[in-house]
Nanobody, 121 residues
């Protein structure tokens, strides 16, 4: 199995910044895409940003120009730098990794437990 642990969430004022981190551990043979999703109360979980091993990125339109995703493949870690935060960014942020546990296994998504981000004055 693969475990993902998020950190860095908290309370921040509008216009402020936060940096989220997610570390993958456990039985990991390889990781492909890593990314961040978020879910606000009463809303569906949505993609925030994703990053492949080749540094290709995918951002939600609502965060383009404000958020930056990065990863350290050697450490199986992904980060999300969030700048110019808005109240509508308030949500639980989840880390996701597309990984396999051995060379014969299938690729599947693994999810972290989530970290709360609250943007409020």
């Amino acid at each position: 199995q693969v475990q993902l642990v998020e950190s860095g969430g908290g309370l921040v004022q509008p216009g402020g910044s936060l940096r989220l981190s997610c570390a993958a551990s456990g039985k990991i043979f390889s990781i492909s895409t890593m990314g961040w999703y978020r879910q606000a109360p009463g809303k569906q979980r949505e993609l925030v940003a994703a990053l492949t091993s080749s540094e290709d990125t995918n951002y939600a339109d609502s965060v383009k120009g404000r958020f930056t995703i990065s990863r350290d493949n050697a450490k199986n870690t992904v980060h999300l730098q969030m700048n110019s935060l808005k109240p509508e960014d308030t949500a639980v942020y989840y880390c996701k990794a597309l990984a396999r546990t051995d060379y014969r296994s299938f690729w599947r998504d693994y999810w972290g437990q989530g970290t709360q981000v609250t943007v409020s004055s």
